[in-house]
């Protein structure tokens, strides 16, 4: 009963507002929520349980770079400015760079390109393979090792260690790696790192 006389008072209030016409019954919408609200809510849950699988699947994106839109798949994690052997500095500019990306690379494929505060640095580094590294023309740095240069692939985790002339990177200097696709000439990882 109550609901009859809520429908019968909403009724007259249509009536007075559209001029005592009363609506055809295409026009009415009993429903509560609008479509509009339905639909932004779906999106929403949609979003949400996409976020939830990608976290229970443990996939980690990679983060990209907001400038250039290149990711950082390699990034440095240390310049050494210490001797190896004896402890003394002597800028010997041992660059760590970590494989933080989720898929494995063939090391051969990939070449490096170093700058220092936006000028290149003069080396050359035209794979990451290890043994293949050894035969190259490499001026400007003195050897490469580490587990992602050992192998033929590059796995997530792995680190590369590449030893540059000593005196190539000081503190304080802006420090960027551009990690290039040889087969497809596109630099496919980009990070930054301040000299410390």
């Known amino acids: 009963?109550?609901?009859?006389?809520?429908?019968?008072?909403?009724?007259?209030?249509?009536?007075?507002?559209?001029?005592?016409?009363?609506?055809?019954?295409?026009?009415?919408?009993?429903?509560?929520?609008?479509?509009?609200?339905?639909?932004?809510?779906?999106?929403?849950?949609?979003?949400?349980?996409?976020?939830?699988?990608?976290?229970?699947?443990?996939?980690?994106?990679?983060?990209?770079?907001?400038?250039?839109?290149?990711?950082?798949?390699?990034?440095?994690?240390?310049?050494?400015?210490?001797?190896?052997?004896?402890?003394?500095?002597?800028?010997?500019?041992?660059?760590?760079?970590?494989?933080?990306g989720s898929v494995d690379y063939k090391n051969n494929n990939l070449k490096a390109r170093f700058f220092r505060n936006g000028q290149p640095v003069s080396c050359s580094i035209i794979t990451m393979n290890g043994h293949d590294f050894i035969s190259t023309s490499h001026f400007g740095v003195q050897w490469m090792g580490g587990s992602g240069c050992s192998g033929m692939t590059w796995t997530r985790g792995e680190r590369i260690c590449i030893d540059f002339s000593d005196g190539t990177f000081h503190p304080g200097e802006q420090v960027q790696v551009d990690i290039i696709d040889k087969e497809k000439d596109v630099v496919m990882s980009r990070h930054t790192y301040l000299c410390k």
């Not at 429903?31 to 349980?49: C, K, Q, Y």
């Not at 976020?51 to 390699?74: C, H, R, S, T, Y």
Request: glycine share 6%; with cysteine; proline share 5%.
């Open 1 to 100: 009963m109550r609901l009859t006389r809520k429908i019968r008072i909403l009724y007259a209030g249509l009536s007075r507002v559209t001029g005592g016409e009363s609506l055809p019954l295409s026009c009415r919408n009993d429903n509560a929520i609008s479509p509009l609200v339905g639909v932004i809510l779906m999106i929403a849950v949609t979003l949400l349980l996409a976020l939830i699988v990608l976290l229970m699947m443990n996939i980690q994106l990679p983060a990209w770079n907001p400038d250039k839109g290149i990711p950082e798949i390699f990034t440095i994690t240390a310049i050494e400015s210490t001797d190896e052997i004896t402890g003394h500095l002597n800028f010997d500019s041992r660059v760590i760079l970590l494989h933080t």
